[in-house]
């Protein structure tokens, strides 16, 4: 139940559907891959054709899958939504694209998890819309060929570098979605604040975006919070210090830190000098498992440059102990 995990709960799925923006107007940021999309969705149009297949890479809670269901809408066009994890035999990928009709937008969300033998079948679907059935076993299976109709396929990773080259070969466009800044964050914030029918002052919508790690997703998240507390509390209009003191108590800091990735910088700086110290060892500080600390905590305090990987181990800069209110040691890292 971390606050400032990007993925989202299945509970959440559906509080999240309500606030996606409709259309690429509605769409905060990226402006990029805004304006690309926006050429490739008008050329095809021109062209009376579905559109070139679109791979949107980045990390999770950006809007590759809002982006996805843009695409659907601008094309006007019906929208499939599976995953590579849920594709686990060509058969299952062969049941999808055959069961698709003239110009559907089908989405594939972590795409790079899909099986070897679906990623084969989804080159020749996507480069000549058509698949071969494979009937039988053995020596005496025979590859029916199925035709089918021209489809958009939008794919989502995580990682681009995590695709095989002949699948991202084979999207005529690709967009990489970076993480939003406050000011983005805000506007964000202030559609969905408008959508929930909450009032809040300026100052107050920065602070929850400062705390939102980049990410609309916790954004979103974090207001809806900062609603209950409000609404707990009775309070009609929420000004800075009802936010604040909404995020402190679920231990969201001012930089978006919750309390694992603080206890990683104090014990970094207070156990262990400041390191470096290896990862093993730093996560049994914490009580921790050494994946959690890796994958749920690391990447954010390193993008945040609080907290640095060298080949000894374990680093915190000079702005950890900052973070922390401790004064860094002459040699800490800058
Ligand atoms: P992803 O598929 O990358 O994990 P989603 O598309 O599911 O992310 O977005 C997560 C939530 O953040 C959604 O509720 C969506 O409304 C919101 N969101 C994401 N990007 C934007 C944006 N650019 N503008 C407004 N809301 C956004």
Redesign the pocket.
């Known amino acids: 139940d971390r606050q400032v995990d990007a993925?989202?709960t299945a509970e959440e799925r559906e509080l999240?559907?309500a606030?996606?923006?409709k259309n690429l107007d509605?769409?905060?940021?990226?402006p990029r891959v805004r304006q690309q999309l926006s050429l490739v969705l008008q050329a095809s149009q021109l062209r009376q054709a579905p559109a070139e297949h679109v791979l949107l890479s980045?990390p999770?809670?950006?809007?590759?899958?809002?982006?996805a269901m843009i695409i659907a809408q601008e094309m006007n066009a019906p929208l499939r939504i599976s995953s590579g994890p849920a594709i686990q035999h060509a058969g299952d990928l062969a049941a999808i694209l055959s069961s698709l009709t003239e110009g559907e937008v089908l989405f594939l969300?972590e795409i790079h998890r899909i099986s070897r033998t679906a990623e084969e079948m989804l080159y020749m679907a996507m480069e000549d819309f058509r698949v071969d059935i494979i009937v039988g076993k053995g020596a005496g299976a025979t590859a029916i060929p199925l035709e089918l109709p021209p489809f958009t396929l939008v794919g989502?990773t995580t990682r681009a570098g995590l695709l095989q080259g002949p699948l991202r070969d084979r999207f005529g466009f690709t967009g990489h979605?970076e993480f939003?800044d406050v000011d983005e964050l805000v506007l964000?914030l202030r559609?969905s604040a408008m959508m929930l029918d909450l009032r809040l002052s300026p100052d107050a919508f920065v602070e929850i975006a400062s705390r939102s790690r980049g990410t609309?997703?916790i954004a979103?998240r974090l207001l809806r919070r900062v609603r209950d507390w409000a609404l707990v509390h009775q309070i009609h209009t929420i000004d800075v210090a009802a936010a604040q003191a909404a995020l402190d108590m679920y231990e969201v800091d001012e930089r978006g830190l919750d309390r694992l990735d603080r206890a990683v910088l104090e014990a970094l700086c207070l156990k262990f000098g400041g390191g470096p110290v290896g990862l093993s060892t730093l996560a049994i500080a914490v009580g921790e498992e050494v994946e959690t600390v890796e994958t749920v905590a690391e990447p954010y305090l390193v993008r945040e440059g609080l907290l640095g990987r060298t080949p000894r181990g374990r680093v915190a800069t000079a702005a950890a102990w900052e973070h922390l209110g401790l004064r860094a040691p002459d040699d800490a890292q800058q």
């Open positions: 993925t989202s999240e559907a606030l996606r923006p509605e769409f905060v940021g990226q980045g999770p809670g950006l809007g590759k899958t809002t982006l969300d989502a979605l939003y964000v559609r609309p997703r979103n």
